[in-house]
């Protein structure tokens, strides 16, 4: 089993940037295949990226190609997300999740998930 804290969300406007952090427990972190998941209040949970175990593969959804980065470090055990040239489109809770076999745009066949993060863009 995996824990996962998410950190660094908060209040950004239009344009700015914001770095989320999601740290997990436990030694198995390098077995997982991470991922970021947000929902907007009266909307269904959605997929935007997700990292391999290794780090060297990652999928973003449409919106966030381009000003998202998804990264991770193993010996750390944390996965990041780099949002740049944030909207107010992207204010959401951003969650963390973890799988033992594959992350897709189905949020509902992850394994674990962290408590979630806020994020809001002002305009």
């Known amino acids: 089993q995996v824990q996962l804290v998410e950190s660094g969300g908060g209040l950004v406007q239009a344009g700015g940037s914001l770095r989320l952090s999601c740290a997990a427990s436990?030694?198995?972190?390098?077995?997982?295949?991470m991922g970021w998941f947000r929902q907007a209040p009266g909307k269904e949970r959605e997929f935007v990226a997700a990292?391999?175990?290794?780090?060297?593969?990652?999928s973003y959804t449409d919106s966030a190609k381009g000003r998202f980065t998804i990264s991770r470090d193993n010996a750390k055990t944390t996965m990041y997300l780099q949002m740049n040239s944030l909207s107010p489109e992207d204010t959401a809770v951003y969650y963390c999740?973890?799988?033992?076999?594959?992350?897709?745009?189905?949020?509902?066949?992850?394994?674990?998930w962290g408590q979630g993060i806020q994020v809001t863009v002002s305009s």
């Open positions: 999740a973890a799988d033992s076999s594959a992350i897709s745009s189905d949020y509902r066949g992850v394994d674990y």
């Open positions: 436990g030694r198995t972190f390098s077995r997982y295949v």
């Open positions: 990292i391999s175990r290794s780090g060297g593969t990652a």
